[in-house]
């Protein structure tokens, strides 16, 4: 036989085997002589002919001796290859590519890439049939050849195809599942695929329909169109299911591709998750290391399953990779598995496979151990003492998840790295510092759960026990972009975080919406949306007063937030039996609180508390039900704007029966100073508080002003830890130029007002005067005073006392002189120490050198 009817019957044979034949083809003398023989003649064969013979081998699964001879002569006639002999030639060497003996075929690989590298602008309808221009797809990535070029080439030439109705199921399947394989997305192909395969679902084969879910689930980038088929694969889901079409291990791969594409719905997961209890046994590894993360709310409330899953998992755990371990101990532990023999078997494998995970791997072993109360010892400080060997590759996210987990690690082990914390804050505040400089923003989900964090971070701080400023600065400066990105739910979470957790960070915050332009921008546009939606009638009114109220609560009052308490009132008014009426007073509540805050449509604000306070009246004292702290701050905007104290005493009746302490645990921070001034003027008014809870909130005394607690740390946040120990807070300052001035003072007192809600900066107790520094904490975004501070000041006056304000940043003026004539100026009419240093030399040389800069800047 010539050479050519050589490789003819050598294709046939190949082109019609059974799967018995291929198992015995190299035993049959017959078909190894032919072998030998094609072997002889391997320089006489023609370019198709190599193909042939590759295509035949690979479906034969058959490495003979001169197999590496055969790729080196294709890789020589590669050049001259068609296109569909170019396509055979890669298909055929993906299949072979597994065999041992064709490991050695980088030349053949690297010359058949090339040629498609040369060829790719070719590709596509007219030069490359649809068959062909997917099999070069699939090929490349079974041989892992990652070419963003080629890649995107193959991605324009398959929608050519598919737009002219040449792809069916089966070539859209192995197109999808190349790209997928090999992690390239191509918006425009996927969004081609989504929209091909929404009305063609229906008729999928279960494992078409599994396949190719599976394969597009992290096309995100094809935008609306990836979301419309994941919506209308839903109902085909559950249908399926319903007919128990789907088979377990179909319904762990859709557990997984639906929680990937972000549409697994709860009802969906249900039913995914029964359909797995059909069969767990079916499942392998891969399944298992999937799906079980997956299951989420559904394991929860299937906890004969979660048991099924876990003795399935334990008896695999042998087969199981690294990754497959971290997986699952990380799914186990969020399903709250109680099984000792999963634990004891997945502690087992990965403490002796502990070297081979991967920085991720490590954390999701320690989450899951976390997530469900398991403690081994010997695991906990192998892979916590990994954990501190590998902190420069952790991300922010990661690098948090740590931090998170540490406070309930055992104290021994804490103990025994207790400089770990120090060294991930350190982390995280880098990758925030690193990625704010490279243009990079934090995911909203990462600063909402920093910003919930960050209360806990004090404990971390072996010396200070206060923020870190650098990690503060570095968050803020990804705050703009979350409060933009954020979605309804991370939205609500976020400003719950900044407003209601923590009563420095509240201040913090208020701080830097003064200070950075660009958060009040973000935040303006932020609410402008909300004004918007509330104005046509909003799809949940309730999260947009909850909305209202925490940014009140930060002290934003810009434009569109009058806009938003305008349409909110209007809404409210209009709509006062559309609700019960809890909700509706847990509702007016927060926005006539918020309008008090911001010093913004009182007058609506007063016409809706006198309201509700004559519903009071009217009904005995028995009207609608209102939780306290809604009563509380009801009354306390109707104090703040003014309204007469009848009014005040019918709201706080709501109230009259609660203790102290069922009442204080219930406050927010940013509620328990307006709760105090409430008290206070209660007490003054009728002689006695009406109720336990007011004695408890004067019993408390005076808290630190927000600011005061926090003005080292704001130097700190915008000028670097070096100078925090720099900054003594304001009333120090003030007392010191005071002294020079030999002014006598009180630093600090809380004497100075009977009652002592308020721990006022400076007393003068001869003048009975007092001198009020403003903070960050006491102003609004636009600069002016809020209400709690202007309330604040009314109150000091009703005690009987002078009140001089002061801005406590004409301290951070670069002269002494000047500080010194600032405070001079401010207690002039109640000291006369002052008013004589004004008049003395060291007053007029205080005045020259403030015209001179005045002059120097370009004031007239």
């Not at 409210?572 to 010093?599: I, K, N």
């Amino acid at each position: 036989m010539d050479p050519l009817h050589l490789v003819t019957a050598l294709h046939r044979l190949a082109r019609f085997r059974s799967r018995d034949e291929a198992s015995v083809f190299l035993r049959d003398p017959l078909r190894l002589a032919l072998l030998r023989r094609l072997g002889g003649a391997l320089e006489e064969l023609s370019a198709l002919s190599l193909c042939c013979v590759l295509w035949a081998l690979a479906r034969l699964s058959a490495a003979p001796e001169w197999l590496e001879r055969l790729m080196n002569r294709s890789a020589e006639a590669a050049p001259g290859l068609s296109s569909h002999q170019l396509s055979m030639a890669l298909y055929a060497l993906a299949r072979l590519h597994r065999l041992p003996a064709a490991q050695r075929s980088q030349a053949l690989i690297e010359a058949l890439h090339q040629e498609v590298r040369r060829r790719q602008q070719s590709l596509g309808p007219g030069a490359t049939s649809a068959m062909d221009t997917v099999l070069i797809a699939d090929s490349l990535a079974r041989l892992q050849i990652y070419d963003d070029a080629v890649f995107a080439s193959l991605a324009g030439a398959l929608r050519s195809h598919l737009e002219a109705g040449e792809l069916r199921m089966r070539e859209v399947r192995h197109a999808a599942t190349a790209f997928a394989s090999i992690g390239f997305v191509d918006p425009r192909l996927g969004a081609a695929l989504c929209d091909w395969l929404r009305p063609r679902a229906a008729e999928c084969s279960a494992g078409d329909l599994v396949a190719l879910a599976y394969a597009l689930a992290r096309a995100g980038a094809a935008g609306p169109a990836h979301g419309r088929l994941f919506a209308a694969l839903v109902p085909d889901v559950l249908a399926r299911l319903d007919r128990r079409e789907l088979s377990s291990r179909d319904a762990s791969s859709l557990l997984y591709t639906f929680s990937q594409a972000g549409a697994l719905s709860h009802r969906l997961a249900g039913a995914l998750a029964d359909a797995v209890d059909r069969a767990p046994n079916a499942l392998d590894g891969q399944d298992l290391a999937l799906m079980v993360p997956c299951l989420g709310a559904a394991a929860l409330e299937r906890q004969e399953l979660v048991g099924k899953l876990a003795s399935r998992t334990a008896r695999l755990v042998g087969t199981l990779s690294p990754r497959q371990l971290a997986r699952l101990a990380c799914g186990f532990g969020d399903a709250h598995a109680r099984s000792p023999l999963l634990w004891e078997a997945l502690g087992r494998e990965s403490l002796a496979r502990s070297a081979s995970f991967s920085a991720p791997d490590v954390l999701r072993v320690l989450a899951g151990l976390d997530a469900a109360g398991w403690t081994q010892e010997d695991v906990l400080r192998a892979f916590w003492g990994l954990a501190a060997t590998k902190i420069q590759k952790y991300l922010a996210e990661e690098s948090l998840a740590f931090l998170r987990i540490w406070p309930r690690l055992e104290a021994p082990l804490r103990r025994e790295l207790e400089q770990l914390p120090e060294e991930l804050i350190r982390n995280l505040r880098q990758r925030l510092e690193r990625g704010a400089r490279s243009g990079w923003q934090a995911p909203v989900e990462l600063g909402v759960e920093l910003f919930e964090w960050l209360p806990q971070s004090r404990a971390l701080q072996a010396k200070s026990a206060t923020f870190d400023g650098r990690l503060i600065h570095a968050a803020f400066g990804h705050l703009p972009h979350q409060v933009l990105a954020a979605k309804a739910g991370l939205w609500g979470r976020l400003l719950t975080a900044l407003a209601l957790s923590d009563r420095e960070l509240s201040a913090c915050t208020r701080t830097k919406l003064q200070q950075q332009k660009s958060l009040r921008g973000a935040f303006h546009e932020r609410l402008a949306r909300e004004a918007a939606g509330a104005a046509a009638t909003p799809r949940d009114p309730g999260l947009a007063v909850a909305a209202a109220f925490r940014c009140a609560a930060l002290g934003f009052d810009g434009e569109p937030m009058r806009e938003l308490l305008r349409a909110l009132l209007r809404l409210c008014e209009d709509g006062m039996q559309a609700v019960e009426a809890a909700t509706f007073a847990a509702r007016a509540a927060q926005l006539c609180w918020a309008c008090a805050e911001v010093r913004s449509h009182r007058r609506e604000a007063t016409r809706l508390t006198a309201r509700l306070a004559e519903q009071w009246e009217e009904s005995g004292g028995e009207g609608p039900v209102v939780d306290a702290v809604s009563g509380i701050r009801l009354a306390w905007a109707s104090l703040a704007c003014g309204s007469a104290d009848g009014e005040v005493r019918s709201l706080l009746q709501a109230v009259a029966g609660v203790e102290g302490e069922d009442l204080l645990p219930l406050l927010t921070p940013v509620d328990l100073q307006p709760a105090r001034q409430l008290a206070w003027h209660c007490r003054q008014q009728t002689g006695a508080s009406l109720g336990g809870w007011a004695a408890a909130l004067l019993a408390q005394g005076p808290a630190l002003p927000a600011g005061a607690a926090s003005g080292a740390r704001r130097t700190s946040a915008a000028s670097g830890p070096s100078k925090a120990a720099q900054s003594p807070p304001p009333e120090q300052q003030l007392s010191g130029l005071l002294q020079q001035m030999r002014v006598p003072h009180v630093v600090s007192s809380p004497a100075a007002m009977p009652g002592g809600i308020y721990r006022v900066s400076i007393w003068f107790p001869q003048p009975r005067a007092v001198l009020d520094v403003d903070t960050g904490a006491d102003r609004l975004a636009s600069g002016t005073l809020g209400g709690s501070a202007e309330l604040r000041r009314r109150q000091l006056r009703d005690a009987g006392l002078q009140v001089h304000a002061f801005d406590s940043a004409a301290l951070r003026g670069p002269q002494r002189s000047q500080q010194l004539r600032a405070v001079a100026e401010a207690v002039a009419g109640s000291c006369p120490e002052a008013a004589e240093w004004l008049s003395g030399p060291e007053g007029a040389a205080a005045v020259m050198t403030a015209d001179m800069t005045s002059r120097d800047a370009g004031v007239v």
